[in-house]
């Protein structure tokens, strides 16, 4: 693992050198967060926590003393853009001088550990997942006197937040190296999440997306075992003004519970995330997931017929390994015959440690990444034509900020943030929920009237 991992960052590598701390109070910190959203919760809390002992947030990396890299390593192109981040800091000249110093936290510690330390001498520690909440300490270590605790303003929220309701997985699907960095499920308690939906609504926040690597199992664990159903009527019922949504919901957290809450209330959209994976039993077995194409087609006509009109994104692996030509192709028919409305489409990524990286049947890499682009086509033309149906239609949408060209935007109820389009509005503060008709589409997004 060492060797592979100092492999890596050689071929990445730019300079070496940095050295001691800066003396400027107070400390100026400065977040670098990669990967995906659970990451960017992550990185927020632990601003948070900074922002009582006195540091204060730095726009830019060449302003800080600190600059903390939340680091992403799901696979191995995660990995390796992670470590190009850590490099662009070690690069910049307040960190070569010796003014400021480079921290790297999150997932890929909780991967590599101590191997980092030798493939990555650049930087001056490094904070795994498990360490995260002890930030302030790890920071003050670093830069002895320049912490103490203060009081501080609330800070303005963005219009849209997400609140982790759990962390870890106990799934141990075969391609996924996510219970290896995170651990084991743990849901957290309903008066942390309500505290943090809290803050962020009294900040301003207008939606709440709900997020974890398993959210259709909050509240199994607890020794009084709960369920997302009841989480969500609860935050709904506590913030009836707020949108919430929820986010990767494993097939068997559909429950007729749960679309029932999701169809009750109205401030909980209509939208559900499920990442299938796959259509063929034999590879979901392999993946040690459960299901075929033809039970994932039977939940889906169910979530339809309970909640009307609901949007429906997934997530989708081509080329894993033994995968025929046609297990591929009835995974082409499934989406086709699905009509998701949104598909997130990754090649197989082989990753060190995990038990489909040891099967024999790896698929070439440019088979993969061209059965990708295949399916990716398929969805794209079907999400094309369900984002054109639109036309017409009167939808809200929360006005979320300008493009750097000055053109106004939102999202829309069946769009989650980042990965679904936006709508462009010719009106609007940020933060308010504006009633518009869809005058025309673009691939994904669309313009209203």
């Known amino acids: 693992?060492?060797?592979?991992?100092?492999?890596?960052?050689?071929?990445?590598?730019s300079s070496t050198?940095?050295?001691?701390?800066?003396?400027?109070?107070?400390?100026?910190?400065?977040?670098?967060?990669?990967?995906?959203?659970?990451?960017?919760?992550?990185?927020?809390?632990?601003?948070?926590?900074?922002?009582?002992?006195?540091?204060?947030?730095?726009?830019?990396?060449?302003?800080?003393?600190?600059i903390i890299v939340n680091t992403c390593s799901f696979i191995q192109a995660a990995t390796e853009e992670s470590i190009e981040a850590v490099f662009d800091m070690c690069g910049?000249?307040?960190?070569?001088?010796?003014d400021a110093k480079v921290v790297v936290a999150g997932c890929m510690p909780s991967r590599y550990g101590n191997d980092l330390r030798v493939s990555l001498p650049e930087v001056r520690t490094f904070v795994p997942c498990s360490k995260e909440d002890n930030i302030v300490g790890v920071v003050a270590e670093l830069f002895p006197g320049r912490l103490a605790p203060s009081k501080r303003e609330g800070m303005a929220s963005e219009a849209s937040v997400y609140v982790k309701i759990s962390d870890g997985c106990d799934r141990?699907?075969?391609?996924?190296?996510?219970?290896?960095?995170?651990?084991?499920?743990?849901?957290?308690?309903?008066?942390?999440?309500?505290?943090?939906?809290?803050?962020?609504?009294?900040?301003?926040?207008?939606?709440?997306?709900?997020?974890?690597?398993?959210?259709?199992?909050?509240?199994?664990?607890?020794?009084?075992?709960?369920?997302?159903?009841?989480?969500?009527?609860?935050?709904?019922?506590?913030?009836?003004?707020?949108?919430?949504?929820?986010?990767?919901i494993q097939p068997e957290g559909v429950t007729d519970d749960l679309l029932d809450v999701i169809a009750r209330y109205d401030n909980i959209v209509n939208y559900i995330d499920v990442p299938f994976q796959h259509a063929s039993q034999r590879l979901l077995a392999s993946m040690n997931r459960t299901g075929s194409g033809r039970e994932y087609l039977a939940l889906l006509e169910r979530v339809r017929e309970r909640v009307p009109g609901i949007t429906v994104r997934t997530t989708l692996i081509a080329g894993y390994p033994g995968e025929t030509e046609e297990e591929f192709n009835e995974l082409c028919e499934f989406v086709e015959e699905a009509e998701f409305d949104y598909v997130g489409v990754f090649?197989?990524?082989?990753?060190?440690?995990?038990?489909?990286?040891?099967?024999d049947s790896q698929i070439d890499e440019d088979e993969k990444l061209e059965r990708a682009a295949r399916l990716r086509?398929?969805?794209?033309?079907?999400?094309?034509?369900?984002?054109?149906?639109?036309?017409?239609?009167?939808?809200?949408?929360?006005?979320?900020?300008?493009?750097?060209?000055?053109?106004?935007?939102?999202?829309?109820?069946?769009?989650?943030?980042?990965?679904?389009g936006v709508v462009y509005l010719s009106e609007g503060d940020v933060g308010d929920v504006v009633d518009v008709v869809i005058g025309d589409t673009l691939m994904y997004d669309m313009e209203s009237e």
Not at 92 to 98: E, K, Q
Not at 213 to 222: S, V
């Open 1 to 13: 693992m060492e060797d592979r991992l100092s492999a890596i960052a050689n071929q990445m590598r």
């Open 17 to 66: 050198l940095f050295g001691g701390a800066a003396s400027i109070i107070p400390l100026r910190v400065h977040l670098v967060t990669m990967g995906c959203a659970k990451n960017e919760v992550d990185s927020a809390d632990m601003a948070s926590k900074l922002l009582d002992y006195g540091c204060v947030v730095a726009d830019e990396p060449d302003d800080a003393d600190c």
């Open 92 to 98: 910049l000249d307040n960190v070569r001088s010796g």
């Open 172 to 248: 141990f699907c075969s391609f996924c190296t996510i219970p290896f960095i995170r651990g084991r499920y743990r849901s957290f308690t309903f008066g942390q999440i309500n505290a943090d939906v809290s803050r962020a609504v009294a900040s301003g926040a207008r939606e709440v997306v709900l997020i974890a690597q398993d959210t259709g199992r909050w509240g199994n664990d607890f020794s009084d075992p709960s369920s997302l159903s009841w989480l969500l009527s609860s935050l709904a019922r506590k913030h009836p003004h707020t949108w919430f949504r929820v986010m990767y």
């Open 347 to 359: 090649p197989y990524s082989q990753e060190e440690g995990t038990r489909a990286a040891r099967l």
């Open 377 to 420: 086509d398929i969805a794209d033309s079907i999400s094309y034509a369900r984002v054109a149906q639109r036309i017409g239609e009167r939808v809200e949408v929360l006005v979320l900020g300008r493009e750097e060209d000055g053109q106004l935007y939102g999202r829309a109820r069946m769009q989650a943030p980042d990965v679904d």
